[in-house]
T-cell receptor, first 115, second 114 residues
């Protein structure tokens, strides 16, 4: 089974802490994405990467950074967590070209609570 | 920029009822259109897609037709089951780049009672 695995399903952090959310995919996909999901707002794109060491800002990059040192791994970093970053974070991957172009494969999500 | 508008929920139905969830979009060019489903406690998974005008996507009894003239991609199912209770997201891919970011609607919760 192809999979996108997010390292933590639930996290509780304090304001000001540095937070790492890890995502690994086993499909050899070129593209990886981080979204946040909030009630009434749907999914909003934070950052994405189309190649190792490459990153692009999405719609809401403020307060976040990312790292992609290996093709299969894409990390989301909150340098100094704030309460308004309490959310569900979803990682996804996709390939470029072929019949699956545009289809995203999602992980199960990481629910982060910042106190 | 691109945008997707879908009907607000929750949509509450009895088992075996007919389902329609409306989705309209705004995009330049010729996007691909998707419906994703999120079951409780899980991530999103692709339900169906259509890549060009008049294409019909279908899966698990769900259907949606890509209507360019009305910029719509409404999701339908003839007879819903309790197990269809989930949040449904309409999305588009602008396809202008190789990595195809998706723009999502806000999601519609479907609740099906026995």
């Amino acid at each position: 089974d192809v999979k996108v695995t997010q390292s933590s399903r639930y996290l509780v952090k304090r304001t000001g802490e540095k937070v790492f959310l890890e995502c690994v995919q086993d499909m050899d996909h070129e593209n990886m994405f981080w979204y946040r999901q909030d009630p009434g707002l749907g999914l909003r794109l934070i950052y994405f990467s189309y190649d190792v060491k490459m990153k692009e800002k999405g719609d809401i990059p403020e307060g976040y950074s990312v790292s992609r040192e290996k093709k299969e791994r894409f990390s989301l970093i909150l340098e100094s967590a704030s309460t308004n970053q309490t959310s569900m974070y979803l990682c996804a991957s996709s390939t470029t070209g072929g019949s699956n172009t545009g289809e995203l494969f999602f992980g199960e999500g990481s629910r982060l609570t910042v106190l | 920029g691109d945008s997707v508008t879908q009907m607000e929920g929750p949509v509450t139905l009895s088992e075996e009822a007919f389902l329609t969830i409306n989705c309209t979009y705004t995009a330049t060019g010729y996007p691909s259109l998707f419906w994703y489903v999120q079951y409780p406690g899980e991530g999103l998974q692709l339900l169906l897609k259509a890549t060009k005008a008049d294409d019909k996507g279908s899966n698990k009894g769900f259907e949606a037709t890509y209507r360019k003239e009305t910029t719509s991609f409404h999701l339908e199912k003839g007879s819903v089951q309790v197990s269809d209770s989930a949040v449904y997201f309409c999305a588009l891919s602008d396809g202008s780049s190789g990595y195809s970011t998706l723009t999502f609607g806000k999601g519609t919760m479907l609740l099906v009672s026995p």
